[in-house]
C-alpha cells in the first residue's frame, strides 16, 4: 500500500517548484532540470539559508522542498526510478540496474547549507551518472525508465508541440513586466484569486466583443491574459503548461490549438484559460473568471 505522505509529497512537488521559478525570474539559473543547473541553484540558497535546520522553518519550508524535489527530479530524469519514503522524509530510488542505494534530497539540501561550498548537489549527481555510463558500456540497450511525476513531467507531446509550448511560457514569464506597465497599471498582479477581476477589467475595455478577442491587433493582450489566468491555477496546486496542435483528424478537439493547464496530482483539473476567457467576454458577467479558478481549487 503506497504511503499518503508519499502520495502527498509527490503531487506536491509541482507546487514546491513556483518557488524556484521565482528565483528563476530573479536571474542566476535556468529551471531546465539539467546538471548545470544544479550548482546555480545549490548558490542561491546559499542566500537564503544560513543553517540546516532552517528548511524546516515554517515560512522556508516550500522553498527547501521545491529545491528537493528539484534535485530529485533532475536524478530521476537521469538515472531512471521513483520516488519513495523512508521513516520521515521522502527518498529518491534509482532504477534497479544501476545498483545504487537511495538518495534524501531534502537531507541534501541541508548538507548543500551546512556546508556551503556549491558543490554538494553536483557531486551527488555525479556520482550517479558515473553509475548510468557504466550500466549503459556495459548494455548499450539499456535506457532509464522513469516514473511519471504528475504536474512535473511532461505529457507526451510532439516534440514540436513542447518546443512551441516552451517558448511560448518562457516569452509570457520573461515579457509579463512589459504587458504589466502596457495594460495593467494600477493593478496589483500577484497571482490571486482577487486580481482576476483585474484581469476581467482589461477584457471587458480592449475586447469588449468575442470579435475583438480573436482579432490579430489583440494577440498581445489577450496571449498575456491566457498565460496570467494558467499561472493563478498553476499556483493552487502546481501543474504544467500544455500545447497540442490541431488534428484535422479531430477537428472537434477542444483542447487544441491552445494553451492548457494541466494541474498536478491523480484528480487534477484541465483549465483551458482561453475558453473561461471567452465565457467571460462573451456574457459580460463579472466573476466569470474567479469562478472558474474556484472550480479548481476543489
Known sequence: MTD???????????????????????????LDFSAGSLGALEARLLEYFGEPEEIDDPARRDLADGAAG???????????????WRGSEPVVHADNALGLGEAYPRRTVGRAIGERTERVFATVFSEWEQAVTRVRAADPMWAPSKKHTPGVDPFEMTESDARHIDTWVSGR???????????????????????????????????PTSRDLYAPEHRELVDGAVWYFGETVRRIRGGVWVYRSEDPAAPDNVYAGDPYVQQAGRDGDIVMPILAIDEFVATG??????????????
Open 4 to 30: 499518503q505522505r508519499l502520495t502527498d509529497w509527490v503531487d506536491g512537488i509541482s507546487l514546491n517548484l513556483l518557488g524556484l521559478e521565482e528565483l528563476e525570474e530573479q536571474g542566476g539559473f535556468r
Open 173 to 207: 514569464r520573461a515579457g509579463f513586466g512589459r504587458w504589466r506597465a502596457t495594460f495593467g497599471t494600477g493593478s496589483d498582479w500577484d497571482f490571486g484569486p482577487a486580481s482576476l477581476d483585474a484581469l476581467e477589467g482589461l477584457l471587458a475595455r480592449y475586447t
Open 70 to 84: 528539484y534535485l530529485g527530479e533532475v536524478l530521476l530524469r537521469l538515472a531512471g526510478g521513483e520516488w519513495g
Open 285 to 298: 458577467r463579472r466573476g466569470t473568471l474567479r469562478a472558474r479558478h474556484s472550480r479548481s481549487s476543489g
